[in-house]
């Protein structure tokens, strides 16, 4: 009896530990659904991120597929953002990008006064909170996608990280939906496009991309310089000249390694965790023999 109790305490603890592990395991299991959730008043909610209570859990989460103006600039990363947002929306004042982000603020918490349901499958959104946040849908009470209200009230944008929704609309096709709300919403000028300047918004998104092309150059020219001299072969590499690209890690390295030899640098299409996004930004730094 004693070695029944023992094993059935340790099955509970296993299930415990993947429990709360499932943040790193569910995303490929799908998403799992949350009713009767409720939003949590905190000051560090804003449009597309916030605290909920679902099934007994606080969750922080980001919502997918948009992005909402900011609440302030309470930091150097925040005041970037609303720099880029200005530009983005067409505005002549960032200030006024704050206004809306707080009536995006006030409009969650609006739609959100009643019990709704939540979708995630517990993906990392990375962001400045203590405990991390994660991917989420959120449909109202009334059954209507929150992140799409947000946009066709003009309180929000299409950007971001997106996924097949819960009711099966793949992330492509999310996508060109959420975009075709956006341009409803500019033409109608509602929300924060009831502000913009049409006569500046192409001039203020151009400087916004120029600036983030000297930026992007200027990583690139320290990555080449702290990158190895010459083309690492594939076959010959070692592992720490193979972490020293980057996006290749411990990981990554031993599965190279493991996958020679090879016969050409696409060869590494065959490694797991090396698609052809990665391969294009590798493929530079190799080379297969002489």
């Known amino acids: 009896m004693n070695s029944l109790i023992k094993l059935l305490i340790k099955s509970l603890f296993l299930t415990a530990i993947l429990m709360f592990t499932g943040i790193a395991l569910s995303h490929a299991a799908g998403l799992q659904k949350f009713s009767d959730a409720r939003l949590i008043n905190n000051p560090a909610n804003d449009g597309d991120s916030f605290l909920v209570k ?173 990158s190895p001299k010459g083309l690492l072969d594939l076959n010959t590499a070692t592992e720490k000249e193979l972490q020293s690209i980057k996006g290749i890690g411990p990981v990554l390295a031993g599965r190279i390694i493991a996958g020679r030899p090879y016969k050409a640098v696409g060869d590494l299409l065959k490694v797991k965790g090396i698609g052809r996004k990665k391969l294009e930004k590798i493929r530079a730094y190799f080379t297969v023999g002489k």
């Open 54 to 226: 679902a099934d007994g859990k606080i969750l922080h989460v980001r919502l997918y597929f948009v992005d909402c103006p900011e609440t302030s600039t309470s930091s150097k990363a925040d005041a970037q953002r609303v720099r880029e947002q200005t530009r983005y929306f067409g505005l002549s004042d960032p200030a006024r990008v704050i206004h809306f982000g707080n009536k995006a603020k006030t409009s969650v918490k609006d739609r959100l006064a009643n019990p709704f349901t939540v979708y995630t499958a517990f993906a990392n959104a990375m962001g400045r909170s203590s405990g991390g946040r994660i991917y989420a849908f959120i449909t109202t009470s009334d059954g209507n996608d929150l992140a799409s209200l947000l946009v066709k009230e003009g309180l929000a944008r299409t950007r971001g990280t997106g996924r097949k929704t819960p009711d099966g609309i793949p992330r492509n096709e999310m996508i060109k939906r959420l975009r075709d709300i956006e341009i409803s919403a500019m033409l109608k000028r509602i929300g924060i496009w009831s502000e913009s300047n049409p006569d500046r918004i192409a001039e203020l998104r151009a400087k916004e991309r120029s600036e983030e092309g000297e930026l992007q150059e200027i990583q690139n020219q320290v990555e080449k310089a702290n």
